[in-house]
């Protein structure tokens, strides 16, 4: 009863005739006593967690090999998503992939060859696609929808366009690849020497290559690196809670490490900047007031890439090489 007082729907019940309430002992059980809604997380969690596990076992790999190879690849898109809510990485530019940090340590002559290829076979779920790869869809989803929660937008709606944009892509998508490798070959397409799909086709086939056939035991100075770059972390964080006073974030240390900063460097000093002065001479409620206009700005220079890309392709479409 403490619990449910404050509740503001609680006086209207209140109100109802006494002989409905012996109809409440048939009735379903109230929200509070039906599974928490983090607890249907947890079990789809631990579901998917155990379906790929399974799936690794399957592919030839032993069972402790299955449970670190997913523990990895959930640590590390746990780090990305603690990196892209707090600076705005919008893909995972990490010096080190999930390959990397299970063969540093172990040495690629503790895995067996079964278990190269299936950690190959999943490079899709980790290797950084620059905006293109899995952790991309999942992280503008999201901040779709924080954005419209902020926006006011209703997010059933925006979930829906979400959701037949999804389906519009990959029917298109995949009709356009399967015709125009079936038509013209991969290689005389131009997606086979454009963009970044070359280049981790010919890095995935060489590293596989290296792995089975020169393997290698521990990498001492490596495993040295990891282990030095996890304490700096764990260290910083630490102090971070532990004095209000402390100035530097892990966060800013992990992103400062992270390939593709010598771009975006200018483009964090610009906002931090901007929001410094900001808070500093205008206060929370300006600050407040130009929330939309930088999403504006974001926004437009989506649209902006978005309409280039389908210029070109339609001019490209008549022979036009823009």
Not at 5 to 14: A, S, T, V
Not at 149 to 173: C, E, H
Not at 293 to 304: E, R
Request: net charge positive; charged share 10%.
């Amino acid at each position: 009863m403490g619990q449910q007082l404050p509740r503001p729907h609680l006086p209207g019940r209140r109100r109802r005739p006494r002989r409905r309430c012996l109809g409440a002992l048939v009735r379903p059980p109230p929200p509070q006593a039906r599974l928490p809604l983090h607890l249907w997380a947890l079990l789809g969690f631990l579901l998917c967690f155990a379906y790929l596990v399974y799936f690794y076992w399957a592919a030839g790999c032993r069972v402790l090999v299955g449970i670190t190879f997913v523990g990895l690849i959930i640590a590390h898109y746990i780090v990305w998503a603690r990196l892209r809510a707090e600076t705005g990485l919008g893909f995972i530019p990490f010096p080190l992939i999930v390959a990397w940090m299970a063969a540093v340590p172990f040495g690629t002559g503790f895995f067996r060859p079964r278990e190269v290829i299936a950690l190959m076979c999943t490079r899709w779920t980790y290797f950084p696609g620059f905006g293109q790869s899995l952790e991309v869809c999942t992280g503008n989803a999201l901040e779709g929808l924080k954005v419209a929660d902020s926006a006011r937008i209703p997010s059933r709606r925006l979930l829906y366009a979400m959701v037949a944009a999804f389906l519009l892509a990959l029917i298109v998508g995949v009709y356009v690849i399967l015709v125009g490798i079936y038509h013209f070959g991969f290689f005389d397409t131009g997606a086979a020497w454009t963009g970044w799909l070359y280049h981790i086709l010919r890095q995935a086939g060489n590293q596989t290559f290296q792995y089975l056939t020169y393997p290698s035991g521990t990498n001492l100075n490596g495993t040295i690196g990891i282990a030095a770059g996890a304490f700096v972390t764990f260290a910083l964080g630490i102090l971070r809670l532990r004095f209000w006073w402390w100035p530097f974030h892990p966060i800013g240390y992990l992103a400062a490490f992270c390939w593709g900063m010598h771009w975006y460097s200018q483009a964090f000093f610009v906002g931090w900047l901007l929001k410094t002065i900001t808070v500093r001479y205008g206060g929370l409620r300006v600050y407040r007031r130009t929330v939309p206009l930088a999403i504006g700005v974001i926004m437009g220079d989506f649209i902006g890439q978005g309409a280039w890309v389908l210029l070109v392709s339609t001019l490209r479409g008549f022979g036009i090489d823009f």
